[in-house]
Every structure is written in C-alpha cells, then in structure tokens.
C-alpha cells in the first residue's frame, strides 16, 4: 500500500531592504506560504511563534543584525484599561461596529487611500492600486474578517471610519491591517479598534489579541506598550513585555541567531496525513 508523505513547508528569506521602523538598518524576513488543507492549522501554530501573515505567505523579522521586532499580544483576561484608553471608549460611544466577510469595497478603498495620503504618502504602501488593495484583503487561505467602524450622522446615514483586516486564530483575534478617517483624529480610532476587539476576544472566550509588532525605539510602534497585559516573543517564547527600555539591547547584532538555527527551532503541527 502506498502512503502520501507529509510535504513540510520551505521556508525562504526576503532580500534586504531599508527598515521601515528604524532608520539607518536593513530588513530580512523569513517566510513560507500558506496553501492546501493545512493552511489554517501552520498559521495557527506559526503565529504562536512571532510569524505574521501578509496574504497567502506567513513571515517573520530574520534581519542579518538586528532582532527588534518583538511579535505583540494582550492577554485579553488580565487587561484593563488605562485612563486615557477609557477616555477613548467614552468619546467612541457612539461607534457601531460590523463584522463582515473579507470583501473589499469602494467605500473602503477610498478610506484607505484618505488614510495613506495623511499618514503614509511615502511608505511602502502608498502606490497600492485598488486591485493590490483587493487582494490584500480577500487572499485568504484562513479564516478572516473585515471588522468596520462607523459614525451615525444625520438623516440616519453612517460615515465608515474605520476598517480592520482581522484573523481569528485557534487561541485569538490577530488585527492584520487597520486604517481610518483621518477627519476623525479626536477618536483616537486606532486605539479604539485594538480596544474593541480586546472585547470581542473575551465575548468569543478567545485568550488574545495579537498586534503585530512592537519595536523598541520606534515611535510609529511605540503606542502598543501602553496596552496593560502586553506580552512580547522574545528568546523562543511569550513572556512579559515588562519594562520597554530593557529590550534595547535587542538591537545588538550579537543578538541574532543564524537563519540555519532560526528554522530549526521552528516547531510544526502535527501533519494531517501521516503514513499509517
């Protein structure tokens, strides 16, 4: 009798290319493709590792000498809100929230376009046509949502304000892509959104939210570690992100392991079609 063997994934590594988080360094990530009927279960199990999915591919920071980038989530049990992220819950009571299908619309085309011109003129995303921004939101080989924010108005008409591109993993919500009204500034939509799904993780009994991550001695990336309960993927394994500045030394290029240990270390889930 013959048996299938399981096909393991191969794993590659991006060229280098300038740092979007930190200036004067070169980028490198280490990626695999998402595909077939056990997409669903290695993106679960990679994104427990620092991985992040991007489309069909997963990937994580491999830089050749700095390793920064610390994968972030909330536990979403022990998490409370600060002042401040109070503050936005109160001024964001009128916001309705819609969950929908990973379907990309005019409505949030024109959003994102809105947010990338005041934001992001001149990042890696901005020459991003309506078809590229298509495919970023509906290829998805795992199960994915589009959570939109809006604003009621009058007339009884709602202004989009917000839309997040949402992974719902086996242990968590993971928030892909967020963008908003840049109009809307006063609402701190940004930090809105990771509050809200922090809620909607705890009424579906989901222990996480992922947020991408976190880069010490980044600005663009230095609002997450404001978030209570904020764990970070460091040395192998989730643990406390604990003092912000005690991570710096992450950007030491003693700190980077070589690609060859980096995949080894990588642990796989039990393939589906295992010879009998």
């Given at each position: 009798m013959r048996h299938t063997l399981p096909i393991a994934p191969q794993f590659y590594v991006t060229a280098p290319q300038p740092c979007p988080y930190l200036e004067g360094r070169m980028e490198r990530k280490l990626f695999t493709s998402l595909q077939g009927e056990g997409a669903e279960r290695l993106n679960d199990s990679l994104s427990k590792q620092g991985f992040r999915r991007s489309q069909n591919v997963v990937y994580r920071p491999?830089?050749?000498?700095?390793?920064?980038?610390?994968?972030?989530?909330?536990?979403?049990?022990?998490?409370?809100?600060?002042?401040?992220?109070?503050?936005?819950?109160?001024?964001?009571?009128?916001?309705?929230?819609?969950?929908?299908?990973?379907?990309?619309?005019?409505?949030?085309?024109?959003?994102?376009?809105?947010?990338?011109?005041?934001?992001?003129?001149?990042?890696?995303?901005?020459?991003?046509?309506?078809?590229?921004?298509?495919?970023?939101?509906?290829?998805?080989?795992?199960?994915?949502?589009?959570?939109?924010?809006?604003?009621?108005?009058?007339?009884?008409?709602?202004?989009?304000?917000?839309?997040?591109?949402?992974?719902?993993?086996?242990?968590?919500?993971?928030?892909?892509?967020?963008?908003?009204?840049?109009?809307?500034?006063?609402?701190?939509?940004?930090?809105?959104?990771i509050l809200d799904h922090v809620a909607l993780a705890r009424e579906a009994g989901l222990p996480y939210v992922y947020l991408g991550y976190w880069v010490p001695g980044s600005r663009k990336m230095g609002y997450k570690s404001a978030f209570s309960a904020l764990e970070v993927f460091k040395a192998g394994q989730w643990q406390p992100i604990g003092d912000p500045a005690e991570h710096i030394s992450a950007l030491h290029p003693l700190a980077v392991d070589p690609i060859s240990e980096q995949v080894a270390r990588i642990h796989l889930p039990v393939p589906l079609n295992l010879p009998e």
């Open positions: 491999s830089c050749a000498e700095c390793s920064a980038c610390l994968s972030a989530r909330i536990r979403v049990a022990d998490f409370v809100p600060n002042r401040s992220q109070r503050k936005v819950l109160a001024r964001g009571a009128q916001i309705r929230r819609q969950a929908t299908s990973a379907w990309a619309t005019e409505e949030q085309y024109d959003l994102f376009r809105r947010y990338l011109d005041a934001r992001h003129a001149d990042g890696g995303m901005a020459d991003m046509d309506a078809f590229e921004f298509a495919a970023m939101i509906e290829e998805t080989p795992i199960r994915t949502r589009v959570i939109q924010y809006s604003v009621p108005r009058s007339g009884g008409e709602v202004d989009l304000v917000a839309v997040t591109l949402t992974d719902v993993f086996d242990d968590g919500l993971s928030m892909v892509y967020s963008f908003y009204d840049p109009e809307f500034d006063r609402l701190s939509l940004g930090t809105y959104a």
